[in-house]
């Protein structure tokens, strides 16, 4: 549109280099928020297990389980955890002490003759405090013999 001049090629230079730098200040600062989150999405934490519940549902076809758990975390909130037994990397919390020093389970068996569900439902409390990581609602939980993810499903109990 405008003639151009031999001045202006000399200008255009240092302008494209001063926005290029302009944007990648503006680009690296939007991205260290991101990368802090990222990195503090996955903590490790200490917990307290104060009860886990299993319900075994062996009238389903295939037979399945559904596991709870209530834990209170760093800040001292309390958290329902649940997971089902098919989702990737869930099961029962072990306790920390060994079988032959550890309180039995306190297990009900359920069986409704009409329906033939036959249900088991199993329940421990006070099992101690356990090494976990969080990554957003998703709890993995470090014990005795492996870990367990549970997802954090409600606040308070």
Not at 19 to 47: C, E, N, W
Not at 70 to 82: E, M, S
Not at 143 to 150: F, I, Q
Request: glycine residues 8%.
């Amino acid at each position: 549109m405008f003639p151009r001049t031999g001045s202006d090629e000399g200008m255009r230079k240092p302008t494209l280099c001063l926005i290029t730098r302009m944007l990648l200040q503006i680009l690296a600062g939007a991205l260290v928020p991101l990368a802090i989150h990222a990195k503090d999405s996955s903590k490790d934490l200490s917990i307290e297990v104060v009860e886990t519940h299993e319900e075994r549902l062996l009238w389903r076809n295939p037979p399945t389980a559904i596991y709870s758990a209530k834990v209170i975390l760093p800040d001292g909130a309390h958290a329902q955890l649940t997971c089902e037994l098919f989702d990737n990397g869930c099961g029962t919390i072990e306790p920390w002490t060994p079988p032959e020093k550890t309180a039995p389970a306190d297990c009900q068996v359920s069986d409704n003759e009409e329906s033939t569900k036959l249900t088991v439902s199993c329940t421990r409390k006070n099992l101690g405090t356990y090494r976990a990581r969080r990554k957003g609602d998703d709890l993995t939980i470090y014990g005795r013999k492996g870990k367990v993810t549970y997802r954090i499903v409600t606040g308070p109990w």
